[in-house]
């Protein structure tokens, strides 16, 4: 079956990892649609860099009012108040939003519906997940179940970047020849700067961390 006459939605927050995902996407699928969701985001750079990419890549793209979420599950991404902070002896760090991809799956997938769109991508990564428990490969595709089920479709969530760490993300940008795109455009950063970010916060080492050991990789290859 051929992917290219069918219409997906991808669940696009404007950093690496969703970035990477729509432009896989956009090699996979006829056509793509852009969800994005306002959940109160502390920088809402954030929603500026998702509309800024879409409208460069020419992509139909929504915001959607989740700022419920911040009112219920309070966290470091949507109160300054709230530190950044890794999280140590087992538990979450404080970035961790309760029931945040449970929710943005659930409306992804009635936005895809409304849509006539058959397929679901996110870049949920189970490698680099922080412990999040709603990033874990056994939650996807348990809720993809779930959402056939309550919905009464045959959605198909894709998640291209699930068993990938942060060097081979990049190496996926790469090949499909947008690493310069995705590093230069993409916010990952906590603190709200765009591109290689604010060096400093637990996100923009990651990201660092990947993209150094892709290139020292790609060089001795070469
Ligand atoms: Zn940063």
């Known amino acids: 079956m051929s992917l290219k006459n069918e219409k997906a939605i991808i669940v696009f927050s404007g950093g690496q990892d969703s970035t990477t995902c729509l432009f896989w996407a956009l090699e996979q699928f006829k056509e793509v649609i852009a969800v994005t969701f306002d959940y109160g985001q502390r920088h809402s750079e954030e929603l500026k860099v998702a509309s800024d990419i879409a409208e460069d890549l020419n992509i139909e793209h929504h915001i959607l009012d989740m700022t419920l979420l911040n009112q219920l599950a309070p966290n470091a991404l949507t109160r300054d108040s709230i530190e950044v902070e ?35 991508v996110t870049g949920v990564c189970e490698t680099d997940y922080s412990g999040y428990p709603d990033c874990r490969d056994a939650f996807v595709k348990s809720l993809n179940v779930s959402l056939n089920l309550g919905i009464g479709k045959d959605f198909v969530i894709h998640t291209p970047l699930m068993w990938l760490d942060k060097k081979e993300t990049w190496k996926l940008a790469d090949d499909l020849g947008q690493l310069n795109y995705v590093r230069d455009y993409t916010l990952t950063c906590y603190h709200g700067i765009r591109g290689q970010g604010c060096g400093e916060c637990p996100a923009c080492k990651l990201r660092r961390a990947g993209l150094d050991q892709y290139r020292r990789e790609k060089e001795r290859e070469l």
């Not at 409306?107 to 058959?118: N, P, R």
């Open 86 to 120: 890794e999280g140590k002896d087992g538990e979450l760090p404080s970035t961790f939003v309760e029931g945040r991809n449970l929710l943005f799956f659930s409306f992804a997938a009635i936005a895809a519906s409304q849509k006539g769109a058959k397929h679901i």
